[in-house]
């Protein structure tokens, strides 16, 4: 109950846009680049983060710990960049018999490409590859990698063991005289 001539003040709640917005302006860079040395292209990787903001945005009521934002996120931009393989389009292929006279385009987004390294890293299995990049280049623990791709923590490890001795076995010679 209040006096007369006092004032009810409450703290007045910023709105779900506002706190999404301003999340989406600190975070859309790092998941932009988290994206892009997951499959590889600016394009797709720009189609992954606003799809995962998307489906972010939906369930951002439902999100309990807001400290968990960030894992939810990229759960879901792994989780996309999955389903990417598994739709059927991407598998069909077509022949012509005319090879088209265009220069190839790469793509030098991210730091992580001038490495010479990261050519070897993009020929990885897909799985290989995810925790690759999620443990060197996000640098997440084996425990938040688990959470992330929803596999166990040791298959974790096995995958990041058999990507690094691919990694090393591609390396030619002179590449890692230069790293010592």
């Known amino acids: 109950m209040t006096t007369p001539g006092a004032t009810l003040t409450t703290p007045r709640r910023r709105s779900r ?17 988290t994206a892009y040395l997951l499959c590889g292209d600016r394009h797709t990787a ?27 996120a990229r759960r ?4 996309e960049h999955n389903s990417l393989w598994r739709r059927a389009w991407k598998k069909r292929e077509s022949s012509t018999d005319e090879v088209p006279d265009t220069v190839q385009h790469r793509d ?3 730091d992580g490409t001038a490495g010479r390294l990261w050519d070897f890293v993009q020929t990885l299995p897909r799985k290989q590859r995810a925790v690759i990049v999620l443990r060197y280049y996000e640098g997440l623990s084996e425990a938040e990698i688990a959470t992330t791709l929803g596999i166990s ?26 790293q010592r």
Do not use: C
């Open 153 to 178: 923590p040791g298959t974790v490890k096995s995958q990041a063991s058999r990507a690094l001795a691919a990694l090393r076995d591609r390396t030619p010679s002179h590449l890692r005289e230069e």
């Open 17 to 33: 846009d506002d706190e999404f917005a301003d999340y989406m302006a600190v975070r859309q860079a790092s998941l932009l680049r």
């Open 46 to 72: 720009e189609d992954l983060v606003q799809t995962t903001l998307a489906k972010l945005y939906l369930a951002w009521d439902k999100v309990e710990a807001q400290t968990s934002l960030d894992g939810y």
């Open 108 to 110: 030098d987004y991210d």
């Open 76 to 79: 879901i931009l792994v989780n």
